[in-house]
């Protein structure tokens, strides 16, 4: 029997994580913490509203007194830590916030964890997950590593940056028992709309323009949400203290061309006549040091964990729309409200 804290677990991946978790460990208690802002959704994990080992708790990570008493009430013996402030084009408009929860509030995390688990260390995990964002931008060839230097250039991955870095200090400090895993770009099901595939889903469904920055020659590397699960999981249970994976889906692909394959796969599902939706695509002004490409060498956590992407991404791709197409209230639903004036702000003049 484990009492897992997960935080975040309201957002995109971290439902992913809490439904995998709460289903594949039924011996396991999991409490989901999260603060419900603009990005977390409990309509994410209805499915597990009625489960027994699942528990949620609104509270903000970035409020010591009540991370405090939480930790104090509760005998947790891990934590896996997703939640944050996630999107780049947010971080640029208001920076502090993303100080806020992703710093100061992993923090608050971190002391908790210090304070009540003192006396039985050795049976206590610290998950700390984390971006490749962090690790800067690559030229046209190269691979992250565990090993490359951190270079963020957004205040999002300086954010994030910086959380990884005080988890590592108290883990050579302090002593806790840390795992922390760098991710790529992920997709799939319950991603919020302000991220680009599932963006660009709702406008082509809608008829609405599709906004590329720049030139759309940016590349990022894909990995299907449910490997991302999976791979936390795997290292969760078996990583050894102080261990950094990276995780990724070997799946690079410029902007344009992503978007020009989901617009193949919209006219095939809407019935459009073929290049109906690309026509919909707009170049519009760049993101603010737009980092040019990520890419994650994930051999390490392949060759010491046995972990592999299960999905080639066309065919996520494919379900990501479905699902999006399937499930009309829930995308209603998250793109009403304080969505437009988010959507109108962002993209104005761009
Ligand atoms: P998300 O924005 O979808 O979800 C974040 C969740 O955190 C939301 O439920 C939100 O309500 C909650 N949250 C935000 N501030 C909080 C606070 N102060 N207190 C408590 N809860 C708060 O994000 P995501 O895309 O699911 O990312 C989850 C984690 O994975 C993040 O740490 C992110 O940096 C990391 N990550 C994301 C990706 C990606 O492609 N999305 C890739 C690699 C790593
Ligand atoms: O690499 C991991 C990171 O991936 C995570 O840490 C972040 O939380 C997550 O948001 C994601 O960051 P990106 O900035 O890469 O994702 P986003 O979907 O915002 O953008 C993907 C690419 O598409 C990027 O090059 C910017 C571009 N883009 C994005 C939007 C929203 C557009 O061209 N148009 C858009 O409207």
Redesign the pocket.
């Known amino acids: 029997m484990k009492k897992i804290l997960i935080t975040g677990g309201a957002g995109f991946i971290g439902s992913h994580v809490v439904r995998r978790m709460v289903n594949n460990y039924p011996q396991y208690e999991i409490v989901n913490l999260d603060a419900l802002t603009y990005a977390g959704n409990l309509a994410n994990l209805a499915d597990l509203e009625d489960k027994s080992n699942y528990r949620f708790v609104k509270m903000d990570i970035t409020n010591a007194v009540d991370i405090n008493q939480l930790f104090k009430t509760e005998d947790f013996d891990a934590v896996i830590h997703l939640a944050?402030e996630?999107?780049?084009?947010r971080s640029i408009t208001n920076p502090l916030a993303f100080v806020m929860t992703n710093v100061i509030g992993t923090v608050n995390l971190l002391n908790a964890a210090r304070e009540y688990w003192k006396d039985n260390y050795v049976a206590k995990r610290f998950y700390h997950v984390?971006?490749?964002?962090v690790y800067g931008a690559l030229g046209e060839t190269g691979m992250f590593t565990e090993s490359t230097a951190y270079d963020p250039h957004?205040p999002?991955?300086a954010s994030?940056a910086s959380s990884d870095h005080f988890v590592r200090a108290y883990h050579d400090t302090y002593g806790l028992d840390v795992v922390i895993s760098n991710?790529?770009?992920?997709y799939g099901s319950h991603h919020f709309p302000?991220?680009?595939?599932p963006?660009?889903i709702n406008n082509i469904k809608n008829n609405r323009a599709?906004?590329?920055?720049?030139k759309?020659e940016?590349?990022?590397?894909w990995l299907w949400v449910e490997d991302h699960a999976r791979a936390i999981d795997v290292i969760f249970h078996q990583a050894k203290s102080g261990e950094t994976y990276n995780i990724g889906g070997h799946n690079e692909w410029k902007?344009i061309d992503?978007?020009h394959l989901l617009c193949r796969i919209m006219d095939r599902k809407l019935g459009r006549e073929a290049g109906e939706s690309a026509k919909l695509i707009t170049f519009?002004t760049d993101?603010a040091g737009?980092?040019l490409r990520?890419a994650i060498d994930s051999t390490k956590l392949q060759k010491e964990l046995g972990w592999v992407p299960s999905l080639q991404f066309e065919e996520g791709l494919e379900k990501t729309v479905d699902w999006y197409l399937d499930n009309e209230e829930w995308l209603n639903n998250v793109t009403s409200g304080h969505y437009q004036a988010y959507y109108a702000n962002?993209?104005k003049g761009r």
């Open positions: 944050a996630s999107h780049v084009d984390s971006t490749d964002e957004s999002y991955s994030k991710c790529s770009n992920n302000e991220k680009l595939i963006l660009a599709v906004p590329v920055y720049g759309g940016n590349v990022r590397d902007n992503l978007i519009v993101r737009h980092d990520y962002q993209y």
